[in-house]
């Protein structure tokens, strides 16, 4: 099983300023990575797949990188309505297709 | 518009069973691959299993292998997840997605309690 690991548990920015998040592969799933965003008592919303393509309907502030087994989820510039739990999770070959354990952006 | 909506969710002693069910609209159920995911109480998601459109091939996570199985009736585009010997670790919001990966369109979740 492939172990998905997010950087770090919590992080707290204020509004206006830059956000990196990051999630680390166990090993090499190429670029077989979407990012989610929830917010509380809602389902999550897709945000990236492949690493680096935005999603339909997701803002350009909102942007995926990746470097080996290490990927990046950025927020150039956070809005109030972007303070929420994110999730990275991988998609290589066949399921299971495993999570991260979260990041939460908060003030 | 593609919708999902889950059902079936409740209260269950350990050791027990329930049904969960999507009723997917708004796009082609019997072509399309489908995912179980579940989150526990403030804890973070995990995929628990998926049912391919194409062969019915189905998958699972370690934990719940041989005791959940997934379905699917296609006259009713409808998604099941038969859950058996429920233990108080699967106590989650369980939703369903479309597609195997890359999930645009989610349920809202049916909340699963398992506890005596």
């Known amino acids: 099983e492939i172990v998905m690991t997010q950087s770090p548990a919590t992080l707290s920015v204020s509004p206006g300023e830059r956000a990196t998040l990051s999630c680390r592969a166990s090993?090499?799933?190429?670029?077989?990575l979407v990012w989610f965003q929830q917010k509380p008592g809602q389902a999550p919303r897709l945000l990236i797949y492949g690493a680096s393509t935005r999603a339909s309907g997701v803002p350009a502030r909102f942007s995926g990188s990746w470097s080996g087994t290490e990927f990046t989820l950025t927020i150039s510039s956070l809005q109030s309505e972007d303070f929420a739990v994110y999730y990275c999770?991988?998609?290589?070959?066949?399921?299971?297709?495993?999570f991260g354990q979260g990041t939460k952006l908060e003030i | 518009e593609v919708q999902l909506l889950e059902s079936g969710g409740g209260l269950v002693q350990p050791g027990g069973s329930l049904i969960l069910s999507c009723a997917a609209s708004g796009f082609s159920f019997a072509t399309s691959d489908m995912t179980w995911v579940r989150q526990a109480p403030g804890k973070g998601l995990e995929w628990v299993s998926g049912i391919s459109g194409r062969d019915d091939r189905t998958f699972y996570i370690d934990s719940v292998k041989g005791r959940f199985t997934v379905s699917r009736d296609n006259s009713k585009n409808t998604l099941y997840l038969h859950m058996k010997s429920l233990r108080a670790e699967d106590t989650a919001t369980y939703y369903c997605?479309?597609?195997?990966?890359?999930?645009?369109?989610w349920g809202q979740g049916t909340l699963v309690t398992v506890s005596s």
């Open positions: 997605a479309k597609d195997l990966t890359q999930y645009v369109h």
């Open positions: 999770q991988q998609y290589l070959d066949r399921p299971p297709f495993t």
């Open positions: 090993r090499s799933i190429s670029t077989n």
